[in-house]
């Protein structure tokens, strides 16, 4: 529970001064504990930033999968998780700042948080096929290609302005996906 408050008040303080700005003493203040409680679980600003990431990473894919369990087929699910990406994304504006910075502070697990997402995203890709769902393809390729979109859209839609319905923005790219940006979709 104590470790569970560290990284919820470490993804405020990251999340509104960036890693560089962010000290152990303003996580442990928002955690209200003591600052000695910090070092029973963390070593360092740098372990808690990196334990963070994966958290951050680990709560992104469990609310995606619980809210696309019940799709019905793959359109549905990719329907159901672009919107609970953004609604995700919104109840934790802070996560674009803690992963951009990753990238340079805690580079493995930047890593690490795009390839699980992949790997998964490959993997459910390929069932969706297997059920003729989908046609065949790349689902490595089509895997990063989705994710590159959905990553700007919640730029875009989260960061910049989030004023969009979530389930809009979902259903317009799972138009695109469905139907791509061939003329011959419009006959």
């Not at 992949?118 to 046609?135: F, P, S, T, W």
């Not at 065949?136 to 895997?143: L, Y």
């Amino acid at each position: 529970m104590t470790r569970s408050k560290l990284l919820e008040a470490a993804e405020h303080e990251f999340g509104e001064k960036g890693f560089h700005d962010a000290g152990i003493s303003g996580i442990t203040h928002r955690a209200g504990v003591a600052l000695g409680t910090f070092y029973t679980y963390f070593e360092s600003k740098e372990m808690i930033f990196r334990a963070l990431v994966r958290h951050m990473s680990r709560l992104t894919r469990e609310r995606i999968a619980e809210k696309v369990a019940p799709a019905k087929d793959r359109l549905a699910a990719e329907s159901m998780g672009i919107e609970a990406y953004i609604e995700f994304a919104r109840q934790h504006k802070s996560i674009y700042r803690i992963i951009t910075e990753a990238e340079f502070v805690a580079p493995e697990e930047y890593r690490d948080h795009y390839m699980g997402f992949q790997r998964a995203y490959q993997a459910n890709l390929e069932k969706a096929a297997q059920k003729g769902e989908i046609r065949r393809g790349d689902f490595e390729t089509w895997s990063w290609s989705i994710m590159g979109m959905i990553v700007f859209l919640g730029m875009r839609y989260v960061e910049w302005d989030d004023s969009q319905p979530a389930s809009r923005i979902a259903a317009t790219v799972v138009d695109l996906i469905a139907r791509g940006i061939s003329p011959e979709a419009d006959k």
